[in-house]
């Protein structure tokens, strides 16, 4: 539906949906739905999920290398701008964007110049991954 297995998407902040909650008088955000069969491989959906959360700080002289994950990476940008670079293209992400990342994609964020970028990060997979540097 908004993904496909086989692209980085970024999420602008402005494709959200909002719902207001009148017991909280606040407003809730809503990105695009994905449902796990569009975010993830058949043989993940047979297996044990995980789910991890981590904080990325990404600095402007990183000199990250290029890396793949067998599982599916969803990322929220805290703070900070950047790009999102895979193998067959670069997407901005700036604060207050989301960005998909598929199985086994070789990817690398690199922050934009005089910035640090902050991801608070979804990781979705097997329990024995590790990202695998290409």
Not at 63 to 90: C, F, K, N, R, W
Request: with cysteine; aromatic share 8%; net charge negative.
């Amino acid at each position: 539906m908004y993904a496909n297995k086989e692209k980085c998407r970024v999420f602008s902040a402005d494709e959200y949906e909002t719902h207001v909650t009148a017991i909280e008088e606040s407003e809730c955000f809503y990105f695009p739905a994905m449902t796990l069969k569009e975010l993830l491989p058949k043989d993940l959906l047979a297996s044990d999920l995980v789910l991890r959360a981590a904080r990325l700080e990404i600095m402007d002289n990183t000199e990250a290398a290029p890396h793949a994950h067998p599982g599916a990476t969803i990322a929220y940008v805290a703070s900070g701008s950047g790009m999102l670079i895979s193998t067959d293209e670069q997407l901005h992400a700036k604060q207050g964007d989301w960005m998909y990342v598929p199985p086994n994609i070789s990817h690398v964020n690199v922050a934009e110049k005089g910035t640090v970028m902050v991801l608070q990060i979804i990781y979705l997979g097997a329990p024995k991954d590790l990202q695998t540097h290409i």
